[in-house]
């Protein structure tokens, strides 16, 4: 059974950065699918950023984009999420996910994962 364990989490100033990492154990993440996404109290779960299975394409919320960097290491079985130029409004819990079936396409949709990570808060302060 997979397990997906993010890191990197924390608290920052606005302008900051952190990178954030998922490791899986129990299965290799390689020709899967990642995303992440983010939620905050009272607030559905958000898409932040997906990564095809080969690493060559990538998807970004219009929030985010220019300013994380969704990027995958098979032989470590890890996906990272560089974020920069950071902002209270990406105040949230952040998730990694994977998608296990087949396709070579990057995915939105929460319901379209099949197992997460604990989550991992990452606070921007003003």
């Known amino acids: 059974q997979v397990q997906l364990v993010e890191s990197g989490g924390g608290l920052v100033q606005a302008g900051g950065s952190l990178s954030l990492t998922c490791a899986a154990s129990?299965?290799?993440?390689?020709?899967?699918?990642m995303g992440w996404f983010r939620q905050t109290p009272g607030k559905a779960r958000e898409f932040v950023a997906a990564i095809t299975w080969s690493g060559e394409g990538t998807l970004y919320a219009d929030s985010v984009k220019g300013r994380f960097t969704v990027s995958r290491d098979d032989a470590k079985n890890t996906v990272s999420l560089q974020m920069s130029s950071l902002k209270p409004e990406d105040t949230a819990v952040y998730y990694c996910?994977?998608?296990w079936g087949t396709g070579g396409y990057y995915y939105k949709g929460g319901y379209e994962y099949d197992d997460w990570g604990q989550g991992m808060q990452v606070t921007v302060s003003a």
């Open positions: 996910a994977v998608r």
């Open positions: 129990g299965h290799p993440l390689g020709h899967y699918a």
